[in-house]
């Protein structure tokens, strides 16, 4: 069991990504956007963060830039579904330079979600 957060501004997103997560017995932490998931991350020690990158207040290449500054950072798998200005391919390279471990297209099957945290927690479950 790890203990995961979850930040993404849209909620039918983080609702079925926390639901799935915590079917799968992790401790899971949902933020609806990166400014509420620093805050989170300041005050407690998370083994994952999923983070979306398109978002409002704090989006998530700001998350990893914070991330990066941690010495015992927690995992990072990166989603995004690119923008309207932004391609989505460029997103997650960025992402995967800055800090992520592990970069994801949205929408994201639960398969591939499970695959990528089982991997980027090195866990075989």
């Known amino acids: 069991m ?10 039918q997103v983080l609702k079925v990504l926390v639901s799935y997560l915590e079917k799968s017995r992790h401790e899971v ?18 083994d994952l963060v999923i983070t979306d990158i398109i978002m409002p207040e704090k989006d998530g290449i700001e998350v990893l830039l914070w991330l990066r500054t941690m010495p015992n950072r927690p ?13 989505q391919e460029y997103l997650l390279r960025l992402s995967k330079d800055i800090a992520a471990d592990k970069e994801l297209q949205k929408p994201v099957d639960l ?3 499970t695959n990528a945290v089982r991997e980027v927690l090195g866990t075989g479950e």
């Open 111 to 113: 398969v591939t979600l």
């Open 75 to 87: 995992k990072i798998i990166a989603i995004s579904g690119g923008s309207a200005s932004l391609d």
């Open 2 to 11: 790890a203990r995961i957060l979850v930040i993404d501004d849209d909620v």
């Open 29 to 46: 932490t949902a933020a609806s956007n990166g400014k509420v998931g620093i805050d989170l991350l300041t005050h407690r020690q998370f």
